[in-house]
C-alpha cells in the first residue's frame, strides 16, 4: 500500500472534483492534476501512434482483400486517435512533433516467447504491449479480441472525465475502438471452428494472456486511486480489470478455449523508464 499523504490543496481539489468541478483547455490546470492528466494523455497517444505502427504490415499480410480493407481501416483508425490525443496535447503545451520525430514508436520485441511484465524498454510512453511484435495472423486477432476489448472498457471511464477536452475526444475514439474487438470476437469464432487453427489460437492465447493483464498495471499500487479522486477515471484499473476478465471468460468458454491462470506476482518487475 502507498503511504502518501496529500496535501491541503491536494485534498480539496479531490473534493472539488468529487462535487462535479470540471476543466477546459482555455483554463489554468491546478499543477498537481496538469502532471497526472498529461501521463494518460501521453500513454494513450503514443499507445496509440505505437499500435498503428504494428498493425500496418498486416495491410499486406491479411488473408483476403476484404480483411486487407479492414486492417487499413484500423490502422487509419489508430492514427487518427493519435493524432486526437496529439492534439490534445498541443493545446496543454507540449510538443508531441518533435517526440513522435525522436522516438522509436515503431521498435518491437523480435524474440517471439518474451514476457517482459510491467517493463518498460524505450524512453516513450506507450503502454508496454505495444513492444510486443505481432507475428502470425492469430496474434493480430487476439489484439483485436484482448487489447482492443481492454482498451474499450479503460476509455469507458473517460466519457465522465474532469477534462472536458478529453471526454469530447473520446467518444469518436470509443466508437471505433468497438468495431475493432468485434472484428476479433468474429475471428475467434472462425478460428475455434477448425481443430489444427483452434490449437494454435489456444497457444497464442496462452502466450498473450499476461501481456495483456498486464496492462492494468500492479494492484498494490496507489496511482489509480489518484487518477479516480482526479475525475480522469471513474474505476481503478482493478476494478475495470475485473469487468474486463469476466467478459473474457466467457467468450472462451463459448469457443472452447482455455483461459490462463494470470499470477500477478510471477510477473517480472518494472525498471524505471530510459
Known amino acids: ?23 477546459d483547455s482555455s483554463e489554468e490546470l491546478p499543477t498537481f492534476y496538469r502532471k497526472h492528466l498529461l501521463n494518460l494523455l501521453w500513454m494513450q497517444g503514443d499507445s496509440e501512434y505505437s499500435g498503428a505502427l504494428g498493425y500496418m504490415p498486416w ?16 490502422v487509419k483508425d ?11 496535447l498541443d493545446e496543454l503545451g507540449q510538443n508531441t512533433a518533435d517526440h513522435v520525430n525522436n522516438s522509436d514508436l515503431g521498435f518491437k520485441l523480435d524474440e517471439d516467447q518474451i514476457n517482459i511484465g510491467f517493463k518498460r524498454i524505450k524512453p516513450d510512453y506507450r503502454v508496454n504491449i505495444f513492444y510486443y511484435d505481432i507475428k502470425h495472423w492469430t496474434d493480430y486477432i ?13 476509455l469507458l471511464d473517460t466519457f465522465n472525465s474532469s477534462y472536458l477536452p478529453w471526454k469530447k475526444a473520446i467518444e469518436g475514439i470509443y466508437k471505433e475502438e468497438v468495431m475493432h474487438l468485434a472484428h476479433g470476437d468474429k475471428w475467434v469464432k472462425i478460428l475455434s471452428r477448425e481443430p489444427e487453427q483452434k490449437k494454435f489460437l489456444q497457444e ?9 493483464m498486464n496492462i492494468f498495471g500492479s ?3 496507489a496511482t489509480n486511486d489518484l487518477y ?21 471468460e466467457e467468450m472462451c468458454k463459448e469457443n ?19
Open 59 to 74: 495491410i499486406a499480410k491479411a488473408p483476403t482483400l476484404q480483411e486487407k480493407v479492414l486492417v487499413a481501416q484500423m
Open 228 to 248: 479516480v479522486n482526479l475525475g480522469l477515471k471513474q474505476r481503478t484499473n482493478g476494478e475495470i480489470r475485473g469487468v474486463f476478465v469476466k467478459e473474457i
Open 1 to 23: 500500500m502507498s503511504t502518501h499523504t496529500y496535501s491541503a490543496e491536494e485534498l480539496k481539489l479531490f473534493k472539488e472534483i468529487k462535487e462535479g468541478r470540471t476543466f
Open 78 to 88: 489508430e492514427m487518427r486517435h493519435a493524432s486526437v490525443i496529439y492534439r490534445l
Open 219 to 221: 494492484t498494490v499500487g
Open 256 to 274: 472452447g478455449l482455455t483461459l490462463p491462470v494470470y499470477k500477478e506476482e510471477e510477473q517480472p518487475q518494472r525498471e524505471a523508464k530510459a
Open 204 to 212: 497464442r492465447l496462452n502466450l498473450w494472456w499476461p501481456r495483456v
Open 142 to 154: 487476439l489484439f483485436n479480441f484482448l487489447m482492443d476489448r481492454a482498451a474499450g472498457h479503460q
